[in-house]
Nanobody
Framework: QVQLVESGGGLVQAGGSLRLSCVAS????????MGWFRQAPGKQRDLVAV???????NYQDSVKGRFTISRVNAKNTVYLQMNSLKPEDTAVYYC???????????????WGQGTQVTVSS
């Protein structure tokens, strides 16, 4: 059973930065596609950024140029560096692991518990 634990959320002013971390245990991390999702109150959970097992990345349009996803397989960790934060980035951020490695099969993914990010104006 894969377990994912997110950290790094918090309260930040608009224009600030945060780095989220997600540590995986119980599986073969390097084989997973990893994703960061976010869910604001009353809204659906949206995919923010993806990194495949091969290191290919993709981003939601609203975060391109501001967010960077990366992974360190030796540490079983995926990161989300968030710069130039905006109030509309406020949400609970979730880490997910896609066993297929492609970063697209989220229906069979493992999920973390989420970490709150709040951006004040």
């Amino acid at each position: 059973q894969v377990q994912l634990v997110e950290s790094g959320g918090g309260l930040v002013q608009a224009g600030g930065s945060l780095r989220l971390s997600c540590v995986a245990s119980g599986g073969t991390f390097r084989r997973y596609g990893m994703g960061w999702f976010r869910q604001a109150p009353g809204k659906q959970r949206d995919l923010v950024a993806v990194i495949t097992d091969g290191g290919t990345t993709n981003y939601q349009d609203s975060v391109k140029g501001r967010f960077t996803i990366s992974r360190v397989n030796a540490k079983n960790t995926v990161y989300l560096q968030m710069n130039s934060l905006k109030p509309e980035d406020t949400a609970v951020y979730y880490c997910a692991a896609d066993p297929s490695g492609r970063g697209s099969n989220w229906y069979q993914a493992y999920w973390g518990q989420g970490t709150q990010v709040t951006v004040s104006s």
